[in-house]
């Protein structure tokens, strides 16, 4: 689980470097934070809520490079990006939770 934080938390300044993957990441965690606050909330169930947010970014993230892919071409890193996003919010939250 250490390793997991570790790299979550390095995995902006490695891979993150332009502005676009920045912008997907962004996207990601806001997504997946509006998405976790409104499950949890509704729910009162953490797992649900986990899942729910993680799997929103990562539709929201396949959405929007399958509407590029016709434009600019399908963008992994892009992808790649947002549900890293969407992840690191979940990280956090549960870091938070155990504070």
Do not use: R
């Amino acid at each position: 689980m250490k390793k997991l934080i570790l790299i979550t938390m390095l995995f902006p300044m490695l891979v993150l470097s332009q502005q676009d993957k920045i912008k997907h990441f962004a996207a990601g965690a806001t997504i997946s934070s509006l998405t976790y606050i409104s499950v949890y909330k509704t729910t009162k169930n953490k797992k649900k809520a986990i899942i729910y947010s993680i799997a929103t970014s990562s539709i929201a993230g396949l959405s929007k490079e399958l509407y590029d892919s016709n434009k600019t071409g399908f963008d992994n890193k892009d992808l790649i990006a947002t549900i890293a996003g969407g992840i690191s919010v979940n990280i956090t939250i549960d870091l938070f939770n155990k504070i």
